[in-house]
């Protein structure tokens, strides 16, 4: 699976978008941008995934650049239940393929 | 939404003893379940896939007959960590693949003391 690139941390404010980018250059055509978080001391929460278009959900939009080597995933209105590392994950299809999670960017939303 | 969950989520045990950690798919069935370590202020690494029915297959470097695991059902796998040691000390996550999707969905882990 193709390496990604993030932040280490990034601050924002409450109620503003929070807007996570990820470098994955050498993604390839079968793989997806996968993005989870992990709140201190829980398991990992999905939140998005995407192929070439950009996809929105309840929690998050993920905006994947025309070459695909790179994406943003934004919360539009942060909160302070969104501190958490927010991983950035390429990943092939097919079933049960595996997760391989990078060092992620530690997202901490301010009052 | 799926829901994956662990037992116990935390337990102490003397060095030298053997744990069990439970992971159950509570709403859908897996045949593959995943777990993985996560060391303080370090990232997730994956130990092993779980298929049901099947061996597992560990990840470079995670030694098998330490970390026993076992997925007899499509809605649990299990993984023992025998005569556990204090550098076992971690936090043990496991996730639950959807048939269909390919989601994967995590519990919400289990904090392994060793004393």
């Known amino acids: 699976d193709a390496k990604t690139t993030q932040p280490t941390s990034m601050d924002c404010a409450e109620g503003r978008a929070a807007n996570l980018p990820c470098n994955h250059s050498?993604?390839?055509?079968?793989?997806?941008v996968y993005w989870y978080r992990q709140i201190h001391s829980q398991g990992p929460q999905y939140i998005i995934h995407?192929?070439?278009n950009n996809e929105t959900n309840e929690m998050a939009s993920l905006i994947i650049t025309e070459d695909r080597k790179s994406s943003t995933l934004i919360l539009p209105h942060a909160t302070l239940r969104d501190t958490a590392v927010y991983y950035c994950?390429?990943?092939?299809?097919?079933?049960?393929?595996?997760?391989?999670f990078g060092t992620g960017t530690r997202l901490q939303v301010t009052l | 939404g799926a829901v994956v969950s662990q037992h116990p989520s935390w337990v102490i045990c003397k060095s030298g003893t053997s744990v069990k950690i439970e992971c159950r798919s509570l709403?859908?069935?897996?045949?593959?379940m995943f777990w993985y370590r996560q060391f303080p202020k370090q990232s997730l690494m994956l130990m092993a896939t779980?298929?049901?029915?099947?061996?597992?297959?560990?990840e470079q470097g995670v030694e098998k007959d330490k970390f026993l695991i076992n997925h007899a059902s499509l809605t649990l796998s299990t993984l023992t960590v025998t005569s556990a040691h204090p550098e076992d000390s971690s936090f043990y996550i496991c996730?639950?693949?959807?048939?269909?999707?390919?989601?994967?969905?995590f519990g919400p882990g289990t904090r392994l003391t060793v004393l």
């Open positions: 050498t993604i390839s055509g079968n793989e997806y």
């Open positions: 995407g192929l070439k």
């Open positions: 994950i390429v990943r092939s299809t097919g079933t049960a393929s595996k997760l391989t």
């Open positions: 779980s298929n049901e029915g099947s061996k597992a297959t560990y």
């Open positions: 996730s639950a693949s959807l048939p269909v999707g390919n989601e994967q969905f």
């Open positions: 709403d859908f069935q897996a045949t593959t």
